[in-house]
């Protein structure tokens, strides 16, 4: 049985990331903000609500900021939404990425829908931090 399962994953042929072309990358009809790929940092198990946890894996810091309201709390004030920007509503964390044409900002965030998520977003009474 273990030799069956090795002999299947190895026949299959990883697919390039190229192959699954975000909607949000250069040359769509969205700006997007070319930035260093983030560390991951290791954050422990992930929790039922893990927007939070999911944004440590990408900033750091301790469990506190599994909760999403308390990155409200993390760095500095922002001055506003920027693309980099962590954007924290009182449920729900996220960073913004990029920016459509019609002026919507797009926020990558964790726990969206039940998985990591880039999509545009209203902002409309968060708050901005940046590290």
Same mark, same amino acid.
């Given at each position: 049985?273990?030799?069956?399962?090795?002999?299947?994953?190895?026949?299959?042929?990883?697919?390039?990331?190229?192959?699954?072309?975000?909607?949000?990358?250069?040359?769509?009809?969205?700006?997007?903000?070319?930035?260093?790929?983030?560390?991951?940092?290791?954050?422990?198990?992930?929790?039922?609500?893990?927007?939070?946890?999911?944004?440590?894996?990408?900033?750091?810091?301790?469990?506190?900021?599994?909760?999403?309201?308390?990155?409200?709390?993390? =760095? *500095?004030?922002?001055?506003? &939404? $920027?693309?980099? %920007?962590?954007? !924290?509503?009182?449920?729900?964390?996220?960073?913004?990425?990029?920016?459509?044409?019609?002026?919507?900002?797009?926020?990558?965030?964790?726990?969206?829908? =039940? *998985?990591?998520?880039?999509? &545009? $977003?209203?902002? %409309?009474?968060? !708050?901005?931090?940046?590290?």
């Amino acid at each position: 049985m273990m030799f069956t399962v090795l002999v299947l994953a190895s026949a299959l042929a990883p697919v390039p990331a190229q192959a699954f072309p975000s909607p949000f990358a250069e040359g769509s009809s969205q700006k997007s903000a070319k930035a260093a790929k983030p560390a991951h940092f290791n954050v422990g198990p992930r929790p039922a609500r893990w927007c939070g946890w999911w944004m440590r894996t990408q900033k750091g810091g301790g469990p506190e900021l599994n909760l999403a309201r308390n990155w409200a709390k993390w =760095g *500095r004030p922002a001055g506003g &939404p $920027r693309v980099g %920007a962590v954007v !924290v509503w009182s449920h729900h964390v996220g960073m913004i990425t990029g920016r459509t044409k019609d002026g919507q900002w797009i926020v990558k965030s964790g726990n969206d829908d =039940g *998985r990591v998520r880039e999509q &545009p $977003r209203s902002v %409309a009474g968060a !708050v901005f931090r940046v590290g």
